[in-house]
């Protein structure tokens, strides 16, 4: 070997490797989530207000009302597999590439909705492209937030892993601010028809901007130091999602059942309650989104709050205080919603979508922490995901059904059983905060 190349060789040896700025891995991973969650809830409002009439005007009020919510629903199924794909993929070539293309899928099939024709103009084609095009959201959001949790967690200074993994819970609170907040500004400057022939697609075609945004933070990435020590280890696994079925089922399934509080009160509090207050309390939808943009404002400020909190005594005592409130809140909703009054269905919202930041915010260092870091995309992705399926994809459906059959003391037990679901999982988990990721 010649001197030359002896050099050339110790140069590329001492070459200081690339690493993320913190404040990059905090904008990335939030920045994601937030657009994601943003293509996401314009549908769920969408739902409530549009979908029904669009897609499915042959049904009675009461069945376009449940298709709508069907649909809704067809994604968080697709999620899990989405969580399967990507995180095989994050697992096996990295998190950077996985979350460029989670949020690519996600932002064309929400455009693609946008430029969707109604029923009135190719029949059933219309809300079979629908479903499809819903197909491709779910799968585009089951990749996002594995990924997006584990690249703020990932690259988190010591002790600070809670704290860092709030930025991409902090994302869902900022896309549905803006998702409402375009939805609301619509309505106040949209007559009624305007709106329902062409105004609320527009969200949607907005998403398209949104993305290249993202697409634009995420390139700038490079792979986690966690990651990259695998990787020169050669320690990827060949099927990841088997690895994690065989062999960490138990944190798969606890961390599923301990997801389930979040999303049966999220989606409750926002998708249900907004087609319920504008129906069957006549109160307008520009007012009802308000309520809901002022609500989601708390649901903001718990966030970072709880993973303060999260850091310092540990991920169990604060989910368990926050699950347990979240238990009790189920019985103020009968008794909040029929008042009569908007302050005390603004004051139902807001203890509802805090408590939601409560419970939310310790998850983004939680599920990582349960998975090894060959297994960590597929795990995290998939315990996050299937808590979707049972808290979240039919949850504003049974809830329109609960309270044809019983009321919405009904409703709010259902809450309540979602939150004791959650309480037991919690229990069962082991506390993760000291926890060292290999």
Request: proline letters at 5%; glycine letters at 10%.
């Amino acid at each position: 070997m010649t001197v030359q190349q002896t050099l050339t060789d110790e140069s590329i040896d001492t070459e200081p490797q690339r690493v993320n700025s913190t404040s990059r891995v905090a904008f990335a991973s939030f920045i994601g989530t937030a657009i994601e969650f943003y293509d996401f809830y314009i549908y769920a409002t969408a739902a409530a207000l549009i979908i029904g009439p669009v897609f499915f005007p042959q049904s009675s009020d009461s069945a376009q009302m449940l298709q709508s919510f069907a649909t809704f629903g067809i994604a968080f199924l697709a999620r899990p597999i989405g969580s399967a794909l990507f995180g095989h993929f994050g697992d096996r070539i990295g998190r950077k590439s996985t979350l460029v293309a989670s949020l690519l899928l996600m932002g064309v099939s929400t455009t693609l909705i946008g430029l969707l024709p109604g029923y009135a103009s190719i029949g059933f084609w219309a809300p079979l492209i629908l479903c499809f095009l819903r197909l491709g959201q779910g799968l585009g959001l089951g990749g996002e937030w594995g990924g997006a949790a584990l690249l703020a967690t990932e690259n988190a200074p010591k002790g600070k892993r809670a704290w860092f993994g709030m930025f991409p819970q902090l994302g869902p609170s900022i896309g549905f601010l803006l998702s409402n907040g375009v939805f609301l500004v619509l309505t106040l400057t949209l007559t009624n028809e305007q709106f329902f022939s062409w105004g609320w697609r527009i969200p949607f075609l907005l998403s398209a901007v949104l993305v290249l945004v993202g697409m634009y933070v995420r390139l700038k990435l490079v792979e986690s130091p966690v990651f990259t020590k695998a990787m020169e280890k050669n320690e990827q696994l060949k099927v990841p999602l088997v690895e994690t079925l065989k062999f960490h089922w138990r944190p798969l399934l606890l961390g599923s059942l301990a997801m389930v509080a979040c999303y049966a009160l999220f989606y409750i509090s926002t998708v249900f309650s907004l087609q319920y207050g504008t129906k069957n309390l006549d109160i307008s939808k520009g007012d009802f989104l308000r309520m809901l943009c002022v609500a989601i404002v708390f649901m903001t400020i718990a966030t970072p709050l709880s993973a303060w909190a999260s850091d310092r005594w540990g991920r169990k005592p604060v989910l368990l205080i926050g699950i347990i409130f979240t238990l009790l809140s189920g019985f103020l909703m009968e008794p909040l919603l029929t008042s009569g009054s908007m302050g005390l269905v603004q004051l139902f919202l807001i203890i509802e979508l805090f408590l939601m930041g409560v419970i939310f915010a310790p998850m983004g260092a939680l599920l990582p922490e349960l998975f090894p870091t060959q297994v960590r995309y597929t795990g995290s992705s998939a315990a996050y995901n299937l808590g979707g399926i049972l808290g979240a994809s039919l949850a504003p459906a049974i809830a329109g059904y609960l309270v044809v059959i019983g009321g919405l003391s009904w409703v709010g037990g259902y809450i309540s059983v979602a939150a004791l679901i959650s309480l037991v999982a919690v229990i069962l988990i082991r506390e993760t905060r000291n926890d060292s990721f290999d």
